[in-house]
């Protein structure tokens, strides 16, 4: 009777062990949930804010009847845009790259994300989109920098480098023009080089 005593002892205490290992597991199982679905959440805020973003600036140069979106794929980001169904060509194309990239260096001034805040768009594909469309980026660049109280402690550099004209306002003169190319000379090409 002592040894099926003690092996009842041993039984109790054996599955009491695997009781509080199952309460462990069940408990670190609903932890990791909690932070799976915390991290799926700000995922999902993240890339909500980045369409948003993105929205806001293709509305910014293509005007306020659009439907632009930005989702995140297996393979990416799927740059959209919408007018009474799915627009395209060349100039969209154009289009979705620059405010894409503006979305992110827009998002980074308001403390979200790791984007440098130094963007170089070197010669858009200006002749793609109507010289209205191309015009708006340059003043949105413009809105942008005029969000910050004194302007020349502005913390994001945009650098544009085109053949077209930019507004009026931006020319020869003005403090938006820093500096001319010229691509016929080695040492007066964009960065002294020839892509």
Known sequence: TDNLFESA???VASANEVREALATAIKTKDEIKGTVEALRKAHEGAVNRLSDAFGD???????????PTATLGERGF???VKRKGELSGAALETIKVLAFDLAALVLSIEGVGHHPRFLIHDGPREA???RVIYERFFLYSQKLEQCF????????QYIITT???????MREGSKWLRMSLNTTKTDERFLKEDF
């Not at 109280?149 to 994001?156: I, P």
């Not at 053949?163 to 306002?169: A, S």
């Open 163 to 169: 053949t077209t004209h930019p507004p009026k306002t």
């Open 128 to 130: 793609d989109m109507a």
């Open 78 to 80: 799927i740059l959209s």
């Open 57 to 67: 600036t293709v509305r910014a140069a293509m005007g306020g009847k659009v439907e």
């Open 149 to 156: 109280e004194d302007t020349d402690q502005a913390n994001f």
């Open 9 to 11: 002892e041993e039984s």
